[in-house]
């Protein structure tokens, strides 16, 4: 792995691991990530304006979470999401258009690691 890789890697909060039958893979340690992948196994052809609205339902419905499973998404708006991120007091902010990004790069790391 490069140097510029490896930054690259440490700024989309990914860790590479091997895979058997290649060089590396990423696996994400990002949350919203992870809650993407489990929306993405249940409605893998789900638009992002979908997935969103489905996360969103989730949250404010203050019932047992099947997707945001470490009840990291504190509250959801129609263009905002509010979640804990990494350390003590970390409340980060994400507006849909960035959700929309992380839902493309999902489904692209997925794709690549079926390869």
Same mark, same amino acid.
């Given at each position: 792995?490069?140097?510029?890789?490896?930054? $690259?890697? =440490?700024?989309?909060?990914?860790? *590479?691991? *091997?895979? *058997?039958?290649?060089?590396?893979?990423?696996?994400?340690?990002? *949350?919203?990530?992870? /809650?993407?992948?489990?929306? +993405?196994?249940?409605?893998?052809?789900?638009?992002?304006?979908?997935? =969103?609205?489905? !996360?969103? $339902?989730?949250?404010?419905?203050?019932?047992?979470? !099947?997707?945001? !499973?470490?009840?990291? /998404?504190?509250?959801?708006?129609?263009?905002?999401?509010? =979640?804990?991120?990494?350390? +003590?007091?970390?409340?980060?902010?994400?507006?849909?258009?960035?959700?929309?990004? =992380?839902?493309?790069?999902?489904?692209? !790391? $997925?794709?690549?690691?079926?390869?």
């Amino acid at each position: 792995m490069t140097t510029t890789q490896a930054i $690259k890697a =440490w700024k989309d909060d990914a860790v *590479p691991t *091997p895979k *058997p039958g290649s060089a590396t893979r990423s696996i994400t340690t990002h *949350p919203i990530k992870l /809650v993407i992948i489990r929306l +993405l196994e249940s409605q893998p052809e789900a638009r992002a304006d979908a997935l =969103w609205q489905l !996360l969103r $339902k989730e949250v404010n419905a203050e019932a047992e979470r !099947l997707f945001d !499973l470490d009840h990291v /998404v504190d509250e959801m708006s129609s263009n905002s999401i509010h =979640w804990f991120g990494k350390g +003590l007091e970390a409340e980060r902010a994400t507006s849909y258009k960035t959700f929309r990004n =992380w839902v493309s790069e999902v489904r692209k !790391l $997925k794709q690549a690691t079926r390869l």
